[in-house]
């Protein structure tokens, strides 16, 4: 089961205040999961995304309109990367299968002439 954390563990792994995690999600579109009581959740991945997210503001010195900035590029590339290679794999797919079962005839020839020598 991945790790959860609860806004207030989030805050303190990060160094920030729970209201800047709260101000973030609503600045950069983020959405947490929530309890049925409404506690919000996060897991590694939006630990991650918050520990960017202070680099770039903190760190780094962007604006939030720059930190948006630079997080959609991310997304792009990243988006761009699956595609090629979905792509690429989609291309390359069919030609192993072929391989394969080219390989596969020739096995069961093979076999059934041993058979046939023994």
Known sequence: MKEQF???KLAQ???IKRFVIRFWEKEFGLHSSRSSGGQRFYD???FD???LIKELLYEK???IAGAK???NQRIKKTAHILDTTKKNFSEYTPNI???FSIQLIELKKQLMKLRDLL
Request: hydrophobic share 35%; proline share 0%; aromatic share 10%.
């Open 6 to 8: 609860r806004i207030g």
């Open 97 to 99: 299968l072929d391989k």
């Open 49 to 51: 995304h918050f520990k």
């Open 69 to 71: 900035k630079v997080l």
């Open 61 to 63: 010195g962007f604006t």
């Open 44 to 46: 590694q991945k939006d």
């Open 13 to 15: 792994e990060l160094g």
